[in-house]
């Protein structure tokens, strides 16, 4: 029943390391979002993709790299994995990226820590 | 580039009393779309209620309602007979009307930490 799922819901991991988490929504939209949350809560767009198609791209290190196989699907890997990585990731999915009715839903979130 | 500002860190109500959380946003959009989104301890991040910008008239679900003022760019949130299962971080969100896609990303506010008190 779980309309947008991560995996993991937590990831502990050492500096250097490259990671993945991914994000399932069975909703039946056509857009999927990463934001980052910090450690003082602040929640920011990192990418988008609209029909596999990447439409948002923030100014992200490159370490980080979005892949969406389908539609529903976005997962997002990190390289070389650094301290400053350390936050929760949460994915959202929206009908489509435009109009009210596209309000986007958000997953559990993953809190992601590099040791 | 669109801004949103929560200038309340934290906030406290008594339970059943009714509490009203601040929200300004700077734009030069005239169409535009406003959220508030409530993230309990667990992390979810749940939608609690959305304000077109067209709309004159104040949204309202339940016990929750908001007061919009697009010309002081302003979107308020109340939140009336407050329950213990309100106790969260609040966010206040803002987005594009624009059809672009790059317009369909969020921007939040820094969120307020709501307390509930018996």
């Known amino acids: 029943d779980t309309a947008v799922s991560q995996t993991p819901k937590y990831l502990v991991t050492q500096m250097g390391n490259d990671k993945s988490i991914k994000c399932e929504q069975n909703?039946?939209?056509?857009?999927m979002y990463w934001y980052k949350q910090d450690s003082k809560k602040f929640l920011k767009i990192m990418f988008s993709y609209n029909n596999k198609e990447l439409i948002i791209n923030e100014t992200v290190p490159n370490r980080f790299s979005p892949k969406s196989p389908d539609k529903a699907h976005l997962n997002l890997h990190i390289n070389s994995l650094e301290l400053g990585d350390s936050a929760v990731y949460f994915c959202a999915s929206s009908l489509r990226t435009s109009g009210l009715s596209d309000t986007q839903y958000f997953g559990p979130g993953t809190r992601l820590t590099v040791l | 580039a669109q801004t949103v500002t929560q200038s309340q860190p934290e906030m406290s109500v008594q339970e059943a009393e009714t509490v009203t959380l601040s929200c300004t946003y700077d734009?030069?959009?005239?169409?535009?779309?406003l959220f508030w989104y409530k993230q309990p301890p667990s992390r979810q991040m749940i939608l609690v209620i959305r304000?077109?910008?067209?709309?004159?008239q104040n949204a309202t679900e339940n016990r929750f309602s908001v007061n919009f003022q697009k010309a002081a760019k302003s979107f308020s949130l109340k939140i009336s007979d407050s329950q213990l299962g309100d106790a969260a971080m609040y966010f206040c969100a803002y987005r594009s009307a624009r059809s672009t896609g790059t317009a369909s990303k969020l921007t939040f506010g820094t969120g307020t930490r709501l307390q509930v008190t018996l």
């Open positions: 304000q077109e910008a067209y709309k004159q």
């Open positions: 734009t030069s959009e005239s169409d535009y779309y």
């Open positions: 909703l039946g939209h056509d857009t």
